[in-house]
């Protein structure tokens, strides 16, 4: 096995977008360490344990970042369970550990990420016969030629195009619609305002700005999608599952859903491809 989960890792020089991967390792981590935790990620806490970073500048955890990825891992079951042996594209994946928590032996995963960010995986994790990885930005379209349509594709952007120019995001958004005819592709969003308190420098801790958010989208726009790229048969807001306290108020998930509330929150967009 090349990675190897338990040695010592050193990543406290990680910065810019590619440190977000710690941010959200983190919260998953310890939400998953949880008695009462709402994520069952072993892996991640491994993961946490093993690597050094100043987590303490991200500020306390947060489920969000667990819920998260419990909302992509259903869509993603149930992408496979009507699509067996079908392609998973992980883009901008990180240290997500999505593979080994959805746990289909028959999944074909390809994994696209940054140099750094590749080699710092094959550190930690175990290689797996179902996995291919590329050291890429997923900005770059030769990842598509190593996907096989046949079974089905379905791509996951968990916690990617926010970080990326409007139009990059809405290009690559298109271009999978046009490769993947009959695909998915599932992404999280930011609203507007919270865009702009990033692009001036959103300050959480005293050691830790957030690194700039140029593309948002709203519920609104987002279910607009297929009239601006016809290949785009349908948009569907994904729910993240209910967690603790506040995160399981369903009143509080009302409230939000009222507009003008509805369109300044975050949002999990399903986009399904035409064909």
């Not at 338990?6 to 939400?31: C, F, H, P, Q």
């Not at 009959?182 to 959103?202: A, C, E, I, N, Y």
């Amino acid at each position: 096995m090349e990675g190897s989960v338990g040695k010592r890792v050193d990543a406290t020089d990680l910065g810019g977008v590619s440190a977000t991967m710690m941010w959200t390792l983190r919260n998953r981590a310890v939400e998953a360490s949880r008695p009462d935790g709402t994520l069952d990620d072993p892996l991640s806490v491994q993961l946490y344990e093993t690597i050094d970073h100043p987590y303490e500048n991200f500020g306390r955890p947060d489920q969000s970042h667990a819920l998260r990825a419990r909302a992509f891992d259903i869509e993603v079951r149930l992408f496979l369970a009507a699509h067996p042996g079908g392609t998973v594209v992980a883009l901008g994946e990180g240290l997500q550990t999505s593979y080994w928590r959805i746990g289909d032996p028959d999944v074909r995963w390809l994994s696209v990420d940054l140099p750094d960010v590749v080699a710092l995986r094959e550190r930690l994790l175990p290689s797996e016969p179902n996995i291919t990885t590329l050291a890429m930005s997923a900005l770059d379209r030769a990842w598509m030629d190593y996907v096989d349509p046949d079974r089905g594709v379905f791509v996951t952007a968990e916690g990617l195009l926010m970080y990326l120019p409007a139009e990059d995001s809405l290009g690559l958004i298109t271009d999978c619609a046009r490769r993947f005819p009959g695909g998915r592709l599932m992404f999280d969003s930011v609203p507007k305002w919270l865009s702009r308190l990033t692009m001036k420098g959103f300050r959480i801790t005293r050691n830790y700005t957030i690194p700039p958010m140029p593309f948002h989208l709203s519920p609104g726009e987002a279910a607009r999608l297929p009239d601006w790229i016809p290949e785009i048969a349908f948009v569907r807001e994904v729910s993240l599952p209910l967690g603790r306290g506040l995160w399981g108020s369903r009143t509080l998930r009302t409230v939000f859903d009222v507009p003008p509330m509805r369109n300044a929150r975050f949002t999990l967009n399903l986009c399904g491809f035409a064909g």
